[in-house]
């Protein structure tokens, strides 16, 4: 039940308290970063491998930390870990950046701006797709669920708070302006991410099936159309399949409304689940 618990406390939270946002800084990870290089300024490393090979200490130091944190105190060890969540769990931060772009919607706005682009859909801040670029907004709000929600319960489960806190660095990582990297380095970190994202993506995709139209999302999961990138792949993944659950024929704002229903139950089918799991002694 310790997973459970931290899990619902964490929403609980953030659901009623919005300015958790603020504390939500990715500053901290730059800071830790540019420490870390610092450090190891005279390692030679090639410089693709300086983001794992960081990202690898990261996982182990925190891991470290946690390990020596439980051993202390359980207690301490539930509050530490609850903040991590709190920090990695962005599941009402990112519906209520949804809800802010279906009000400029409704209000027939027709450029959505830049900094409510990056928060919803950070992947495609580098796109250079001019029209319906609202259409490809709200397609894209299911993979940036994964990041925000999905993955992070995932890991948590399997691996444990550092787990997703490393998880949280390496989105930051690729998606954030703050890291200068080059745009190989930053496709070689996608490489990665494809891996990581792979079960959540498929879980959250198969829950869409018990939550809504099975036939149709099976048929769909059955007759997909992916590229050849695995990291593009991951997001046309659960794209399409989220087409097939909403009607993309209503108007934009009711598109927006549909697929917030469809998160909201997909949420609530995974702590079910999460709960029955825990209920069994399969999960602590």
Not at 33 to 59: C, G, H, M, R
Request: charged content about 15%; glycine content about 2%; proline content about 1%.
């Amino acid at each position: 039940m310790f997973a459970l618990s931290i899990i619902i406390l964490a929403l609980t939270i953030e659901y009623f308290y919005d300015d958790i946002k603020k504390f939500r800084d990715n500053s901290i990870i730059i800071n830790i970063f540019t420490l870390y290089q610092d450090k190891f300024s005279n390692v030679n490393f090639i410089e693709k491998n300086t983001y794992p090979a960081f990202l690898i200490l990261f996982l182990l130091i925190s891991m470290i930390i946690m390990t020596f944190v439980n051993s202390i105190s359980s207690v301490i060890f539930f509050i530490v870990s609850i903040l991590i969540v709190l920090y990695c769990l962005r599941t009402n931060q990112y519906n209520r950046d949804i809800e802010e772009l279906k009000i400029k919607l409704e209000f027939n706005k027709d450029e959505i701006d830049k900094s409510l682009l990056s928060k919803l859909c950070p992947n495609l801040k580098q796109t250079r797709i001019k029209s319906n670029l609202n259409n490809l907004i709200i397609q894209n709000l299911f993979f940036n669920s994964i990041a925000n929600t999905f993955s992070i319960l995932f890991y948590f489960l399997l691996i444990g708070p550092a787990a997703i806190l490393t998880y949280t660095v390496l989105n930051t990582m690729i998606y954030s302006d703050k890291f200068k990297i080059t745009a190989k380095v930053r496709q070689e970190l996608k490489k990665y991410m494809y891996f990581i994202d792979y079960i959540p993506v498929r879980l959250t995709s198969y829950t869409f099936s018990v939550i809504s139209n099975y036939d149709n999302v099976i048929e769909k999961i059955n007759n997909l159309k992916l590229s050849n990138n695995n990291y593009l792949s991951n997001i046309e993944f659960i794209n399409q399949v989220g087409g097939s659950v909403y009607d993309s024929e209503l108007k934009e704002s009711e598109q927006i409304i549909q697929i917030q229903n469809i998160l909201a139950r997909t949420l609530i089918a995974w702590v079910s689940a999460i709960t029955l799991l825990s209920i069994a002694g399969i999960l602590v």
